[in-house]
């Protein structure tokens, strides 16, 4: 079975502009989920994402955001892009049913820098 | 609300010798432990996770790691490292009801020739 799909894997961009990133979840994961990892604050969740419906999310401001297609796979946007955005961003999909238990399984990432 | 402390930020190790990295958690409700490994320039990898049942959780790689509900710890270990165990190693919780994992900062492994 093919496992996360992210692209592209790299991202250059400079303040002001947004981005787009994409995310294929593994075949029948209905959940995906999205994090930050920085050095300064390590791994942090941005939202997830479960039949097309966003179902959590972070602590992040509204320039984050996300949506998912009927096939499961997922896109994140950020607007008005700053220089503290700069991170390996990160999907991860998972069944989706069984909250506590169920398990996630990451992609490579995503790396963008922000000039 | 749940939150993980990984106590060591960098571990040096001889080759072939023991290791233990440390994780405590604390949460409100049912938790589920994790522990994930990231190799450079690459995602997270699941290593081992616990949800139920016997403590001892065996994974992948020959690690083991061990569920302590009275020190609220998850303790990974591995009786003797390979250079390729170079890596840091992230403890990961979700709790009942969540559908996120809240993680640890991260612990740095590095094995010594």
């Known amino acids: 079975k093919a496992g996360v799909t992210q692209t592209p894997r790299y991202l250059i961009k400079t303040r002001g502009q947004q981005v787009t990133l994409s995310c294929s979840p593994i075949s029948g994961h209905r959940s995906v989920s999205w994090y930050q990892q920085t050095p300064g604050q390590g791994l942090q969740f941005l939202f997830e994402?479960?039949?097309?419906?966003?179902?959590n999310k972070g602590n992040f401001p509204g320039r984050f955001s996300g949506r998912q297609f009927s096939n499961s796979r997922s896109e994140m946007n950020v607007s008005t892009l700053e220089l503290g955005d700069s991170a390996l961003y990160l999907c991860?999909?998972?069944?989706?049913?069984?909250?506590?238990?169920?398990?996630?399984?990451f992609g490579p990432g995503t790396r963008l820098t922000v000039l | 609300a749940q939150s993980v402390t990984q106590l060591d930020s960098q571990v040096p190790v001889f080759e072939e010798a023991p290791v233990e990295l440390r994780c405590n958690y604390s949460?409100?409700?049912?938790?589920?432990l994790f522990w994930y490994v990231q190799y450079p320039n690459q995602g997270l990898q699941l290593l081992l996770k616990?949800?139920?049942?016997?403590?001892l959780v065996k994974g992948i790689n020959g690690f083991e790691a061990e569920f302590n509900k009275s020190q609220t710890s998850f303790h990974l270990r591995k009786p003797s490292v390979h250079i390729s165990d170079t890596a840091e190693y992230f403890c990961a919780v979700n709790g009942a009801g969540s559908y996120q994992l809240t993680f640890g900062k991260g612990t740095k492994l590095s094995v010594i020739p």
């Open positions: 949460s409100s409700v049912s938790v589920y």
């Open positions: 991860a999909s998972s069944l989706g049913f069984t909250s506590g238990t169920d398990t996630q399984y």
């Open positions: 616990y949800l139920s049942g016997s403590t």
């Open positions: 994402y479960f039949s097309e419906t966003q179902r």
